[in-house]
Every structure is written in C-alpha cells, then in structure tokens.
C-alpha cells in the first residue's frame, strides 16, 4: 500500500529521498532507521511515495532531519525566505509564514486551514505556489487542470499540503464536487466515498492544508470560511528590483529551502509542537470558524513568538474577512433584519416579507453613501440564499420566514439593535 507518511505506534514514517532512491525513514524518538517498506503490526505492508510523483515535481519531499534547530530561528528562517522572494505587506508574510511552519504540524491538530490566494493574471500567485512547494510539508503541486479524483487521490496517499492553481469560479459552486471534497478536508475526519473497479465503495482521506490561487472569490460561503484570504497585486520589474526580489527562483534559492525543509522536517520529528499546544490564545473573532482556523495554526507555532504571531494572523484574517462584496451583503442583511424586525414587532405576522431590489438600492444608497447596478444587488442578494422574482420592469426579494433575521444575525455578526 503506498503512502507517503505514516505515524503508527509512536513511530514517524516518512518517505524521502537518500542516496539517489526513495526510502522510508522510521523514527521512534530515539533512534531513526531507513527501510524499503514498513510492515504494520496487522500484517500491512506499506510502500514509500512512487519516484514519478517527486521526479516530475508533483510532489516535494524532505530530504534527512536536522535535529539541531530550534524552533524559533527555523520560524525566522521561513519568513526571510517568504520575504526576501515575494513581494507582498507584512501581514501576508505573516500568514504564509505561519500557515509554511503549520503544515508540518497540521496531523497533531482538528482543523486544516487553507489559504485563499486571489489576484488578477500576472499577480504573484504563482509564485506564492512556487514558494510553498519548496516550503511545506510534503508539497503536492496539483497545477491547474484540477478534477476531483487528483484531489481526493493524491490527498490520500500523500497527505501533505496540496496546491491548486486557477481554481476556476465555475468549480466553486456548492454544488460542485471539487467544492465538496475541498470541504471535506478541512476537518481531521474529513473523509469522501468512492466506488472502486468492484463497485465497493472505499473511503479515501482529504485531510490536509491547502493553498487555492484564483482571479476570483469562490461561490461557496462554505469554501470561503475555511480560508485565510491573501490578495495579490501587479508589481512592475523596476519595484520587484527595487526590493530586491529575484525574477526567478534559482537553484541556489532551492538549495536554501530545502536545508529549512530538512529543519522543519527536524522539529517535527521533535514533535516541538507539543508543548506549544498546551499554550492559552485569545482571540477576538467572534466567528466560530474563525477561531477554529487560529487556533489549528497558531496552537503550534514556536512558543517564543506565539501571541505576536497570532495578534498578526488574527488582524490579516480580520482584514481578508471585509471585502468590498461581504459590506454590501453585511448592509443589505441589515437592511431586511430591520424590515423583518419592524413586521414582527407590529404582530401582523404577514409572511412572506418581500422588498424591491430598486428599494435595497435606494436604502444603501441613502444609508451607507453605496451606489451599485441594481445587478450587482441581485447578484448579492442571490449569493446570500435568497430567492427573487420579477416585478414590475424589476426584481423583487421574498422572506417566507422570521428565522431568516436569526440566520442573517449570526452569519454577518449583526447586533440586535439591527
């Protein structure tokens, strides 16, 4: 059975590359061994990655451990390296570094989080891609002719971090199988069916953090709120010399990363992490699943640095949270609490509820000096779940229940003064 890492019995498994061939090394703590296969105590017997997979650049593994490093300057490490080859504000950097460093933990904790990396064509996201697969644990680079299978079947015998470059916005929808199973993998259990050549349906694991380049936002809310969201910018080559960044990323640079692979690859087998974990953070967020994704990434950073990295992590995620396109769903969801608020408290119990979009228009218009295409309002409102109809030369939106004020109030974190 082929598997890139394993941990069984206390003992880390993990393929890498030794003497121009893929072995195991097995480490229990004390003492570390390389074999050709790993047999379980049940009898299984399991086999390193396949050579193809790291030969064709698919997948990145790390090469022998450094024992010797300590978690704060590998920490440090990974920033310079993030800093010194993309140009991105601080905060970014702040985040890729975390999530860079996470990744080799991400099996001790519940949650993965993933990074949303959004820019139009020739922002940088690629080498965000390009960074983190000489960066990360066990890098799968997935490229861009992404289906479901190489997602769900490549997770399940690498179980690393996967990168997935121009993710499309039609392969965002809910509905979407690609969605789903990008879903499934953020939580530990995270887990898809698929039926064999037997027509047995065999389970396969989706577990892993994950990195998502994309021109647009996805669809699906749900997506969406297993994310740190980083956007990227155009730099012209005179800035990009300017800072100093390389046009390209050279062996020499390669060599650099994976001597801060083979440290990270050290702390891991160290299970540094632990004592970290045992940590308190607070955070502000009063998103459940904003909390969650901190407190997966920021429970295993290096203790030295811990809350000022999370202090950083939150205000990025916080940041990434207010988008041009959430205001305008936060205000019109604001808007029709109100309205369902002010039909609920005068007993008349007319339900359903319904609105113009012409009088959502005006309202935002008047209320928060926000002017959009009667379009874009529909779309939002779309977006948000609700159904419309014509009316008139418009549309018009239909409320057919008051739960809808308690949804809205606690999807856009809204008062009950709304």
Not at 157 to 184: H, M, W
Not at 268 to 275: A, E, G, T, Y
Request: include cysteine; charged fraction near 25%; proline fraction near 3%.
């Amino acid at each position: 059975m082929e598997r890139t890492h394993l941990r069984i019995n206390g003992k880390f498994i993990q393929s890498i590359m030794k003497d121009g061939r893929i072995q195991y090394l097995v480490h229990d703590g004390a003492s570390t061994q390389y074999l050709d296969t790993y047999q379980a105590l049940d009898g299984t017997e399991y086999e390193p990655i396949y050579k193809e997979y790291v030969s064709t650049g698919c997948v990145v593994l790390p090469g022998e451990p450094d024992f010797n490093a300590k978690p704060i300057d590998v920490c440090l490490s990974v920033r310079k390296f993030w800093a010194d080859n993309l140009l991105m504000d601080n905060l970014s950097i702040d985040v890729l570094t975390a999530f860079t460093y996470f990744s080799w933990f991400y099996d001790s904790t519940e949650t993965a989080p993933y990074l949303l990396v959004i820019g139009d064509l020739g922002t940088a996201k690629t080498r965000v891609l390009d960074i983190a697969k000489m960066l990360c644990f066990n890098a799968t680079m997935l490229g861009t002719a992404v289906t479901e299978a190489n997602i769900f079947r490549l997770q399940h015998i690498v179980r690393g971090t996967q990168l997935i470059d121009e993710f499309e916005r039609k392969q965002s929808d809910k509905s979407s199988a690609i969605t789903q199973i990008l879903n499934s993998g953020y939580m530990r259990n995270g887990t898809v069916l698929r039926c064999d050549e037997n027509n047995k349906p065999r389970p396969y694991k989706t577990f892993g953090p994950k990195i998502i380049a994309t021109r647009s936002m996805p669809d699906d809310d749900a997506l969406i709120s297993r994310c740190f969201i980083l956007s990227t910018k155009r730099k012209t080559v005179k800035e990009l010399k300017a800072n100093n960044i390389p046009l390209e990323l050279s062996d020499k640079l390669r060599k650099q990363a994976a001597l801060i692979r083979s440290k990270l690859f050290g702390l891991r087998l160290r299970q540094v992490q632990v004592s970290a974990q045992n940590n308190k953070l607070y955070f502000k967020s009063q998103r459940p699943r904003d909390k969650q994704l901190l407190v997966s990434m920021l429970s295993v950073q290096p203790e030295a640095i811990q809350s000022i990295l999370a202090e950083q992590v939150e205000r990025a995620l916080a940041q990434s949270r207010s988008t041009p396109q959430l205001e305008l769903e936060s205000n019109i969801a604001k808007l029709l609490c109100a309205k369902i608020n002010k039909t609920v408290s005068s007993k008349t119990n007319s339900m359903p509820i319904t609105i113009t979009i012409n009088e959502i228009k005006a309202h935002l218009a008047k209320g928060y000096q926000m002017h959009h295409y009667s379009k874009t309002i529909a779309n939002a409102c779309r977006k948000m779940g609700f159904e419309l109809e014509r009316y008139n030369k418009g549309m018009r939106l239909i409320i057919n229940s008051a739960d809808t004020m308690d949804d809205l109030m606690e999807k856009y974190l809204i008062g009950k003064a709304a």
